[in-house]
């Protein structure tokens, strides 16, 4: 089973709106509403902040929406902090499996 | 508070069985909302699913590893394992275990990693 497709990376400015999109198929993202979408730092666990396409966990700021069209699945940060610096994965139920983007390092300039 | 501690061994030698446990407290494992899975993280790369495990022991895996995976349950411990044998230096990684619900993982342990290595 393929990963999903995400871009490597991705930048903007403090304030700015940056869109990291997750690209997989009629079999995965096309066909369920369970994607989700974690920020990793550099040397800690994944943490979760958005599930089932457009769900924030308790605590998320309302700066990360998520959204879906087709096979494709998108993560908007708005109003950009330096803190959101990170890597950021996607991940789909895919029937019996769950599977995951390959990340976009996420650069706040 | 929901917490998920890995142990298990740090270094394991080429073809034989890695193995760890997850070790849940603040919450019981026997919740039938949840299933309890393992995902691991090459150093400097992705994610990758490797399986999960329901309360009654019912389990999911990724194909591409489901020939040397096995995951198990233990409800009376409150944890859960995996095994995976006949490792390689491919599977050289931080191994995580996660609460899963619907396929999202809410809650991960801290992550041990675990190399493969004569």
């Known amino acids: 089973q393929s990963a999903l497709t995400q871009p490597p990376s991705a930048s903007g400015s403090p304030g700015q709106s940056v869109t990291i999109s997750c690209t997989g198929t009629?079999?995965?993202?096309?066909?369920?509403?369970?994607v989700s979408w974690y920020q990793q730092n550099p040397g800690k666990a994944p943490k979760r902040i958005i599930y089932?396409?457009?769900k924030r966990p308790s605590g998320v700021p309302d700066r990360f929406s998520g959204s879906k069209s087709g096979n494709t699945a998108s993560l908007t940060v708005s109003g950009l902090q330096t803190e959101d610096e990170g890597d950021y994965y996607c991940?789909?139920?895919?029937?019996?499996?769950?599977?995951f983007g390959g990340g976009t390092k996420l650069t706040v300039l | 508070q929901l917490q998920l501690q890995e142990s298990g061994p740090g270094l394991v030698k080429p073809s034989e069985t890695l193995s760890l446990t997850c070790t849940v407290s603040?919450?019981?494992?026997?919740?039938?909302?949840?299933?309890w899975g393992w995902i691991r993280q090459p150093p400097g790369k992705g994610l990758q699913w490797l399986g999960s495990?329901?309360?009654?022991?019912?389990?999911f895996y990724n194909p591409s590893l489901k020939s040397r995976l096995s995951i198990s349950i233990d409800t009376s411990k409150n944890q859960f394992s995996l095994n995976l044998r006949s490792v390689t230096a491919a599977d050289t990684a931080v191994y995580y275990c996660?609460?899963?619900?619907?396929?999202?993982?809410?809650?991960w342990g801290q992550g041990t990693l675990v190399t493969v290595s004569s």
């Open positions: 996660t609460r899963e619900d619907k396929s999202s993982s809410d809650y």
């Open positions: 603040g919450g019981s494992i026997s919740n039938s909302s949840y299933y």
């Open positions: 495990i329901s309360y009654s022991g019912g389990s």
């Open positions: 009629s079999s995965d993202i096309g066909a369920y509403k369970y």
């Open positions: 089932e396409v457009t």
């Open positions: 991940s789909s139920h895919a029937g019996t499996k769950v599977i």
